[in-house]
């Protein structure tokens, strides 16, 4: 014989299911609002000297201004006599030098195994003091321009790529090394660049990039690197700090996605529960 208690917790069981189900979709959308897929931060603007434009994924154009973010997928770009200084979010320092274009494709600074770092120089000339990815993800670090990648083992480099008719020099891809080593690979091979050292693929070559006998006169520091090098500095007796600070952020970010998944678990328990009960009676 049905029990008259049992009866009368029906609705009640139901009710509490209805209300549990829908505080967790609440909240698991709630969640997945503050953990929607964003434009990562890759870095903030330190210096914009002269006439230069971020291009955003979107298309839209802006001028660079200082303390301002650029995001993964901004294209950079730089006219004559202007610069922009770069602190990238693992601790690294760029400038993006005069005449020169660049798309930071990837960058994730979250420290763990799955950071990258890949800036695709379509031509000019940068400066990258590498950060924690440099150090600790080396094969995620990637420079590619139209002829090379080139990679690192913790360094200090200037990557360049110059264009059919630049006054700067010989067209084609070329690296100085200034601290650290470096690699260029093209498609017929790689080389190793030490310290004090610059290496080139020219446009036309088919044999793997060269080790040159003298460096470049177009290597020269421009009118800003002392203030670059004292940042730079600055960022890099930070880095182990602040990748720690970064994985402690994102952990307890974790915590908010796994509280809706509890919740909507207690809700489906209870629902349950009234669903067996609804069989149980009739």
């Known amino acids: 014989m049905r029990n008259q208690n049992d009866i009368a917790e029906i609705p009640i069981l139901l009710h509490r299911a209805c209300l549990g189900i829908l505080a967790a979709l609440c909240l698991a959308a709630s969640a997945s609002a503050q953990t ?3 434009a990562r931060i890759a870095g903030k603007i330190e210096l914009a000297e002269g006439v230069s434009r971020v291009e955003g994924k979107d298309k839209r154009m802006r001028r660079p201004a200082v303390g301002e973010n650029v995001l993964e997928g ?35 600074a979250d420290g763990n195994d799955k950071d990258r770092s890949v800036i695709d120089l379509a031509e000019g000339a940068l400066r990258a003091i590498t950060g924690w990815i440099g150090a600790y993800n080396r094969s995620n670090y990637r420079v590619r321009t139209p002829l090379v990648t080139i990679g690192v083992r913790g360094t200090d ?14 067209p084609g891809s070329y690296d100085k090394v200034n601290e650290g080593t470096a690699f260029m690979e093209s498609k017929q091979g ?6 004090n050292t610059a290496v080139f693929q020219a446009l036309a070559a088919e044999g793997i ?26 960022l890099k007796n930070a880095i182990p700090q602040k990748r720690l600070d970064r994985i402690e952020f994102l952990r307890k970010q974790g915590l908010v996605p796994q509280e809706a998944q509890n919740t909507l678990d207690q809700a489906k328990s209870l629902e349950q529960k009234g669903k067996e009960l609804l069989r149980w009676l009739r």
């Open 36 to 38: 929607a897929p964003q």
């Open 74 to 108: 901004d294209t950079i770009s730089t006219l004559s006599n202007s610069e922009v200084h770069l602190a990238m979010s693992d601790g690294a320092s760029l400038i993006v030098r005069e005449r020169t274009r660049i798309r930071i494709t990837e960058y994730v």
């Open 157 to 170: 480099h200037e990557p360049t790529h110059l264009l059919e008719g630049d006054p700067r020099g010989k």
């Open 190 to 195: 790689s080389v190793e660049v030490p310290a």
């Open 209 to 234: 990039p060269q080790l040159l006998a003298t460096i470049p006169g177009f290597f020269k520091p421009g009118r800003f690197d002392n203030e670059f090098m004292r940042r730079a500095q600055d």
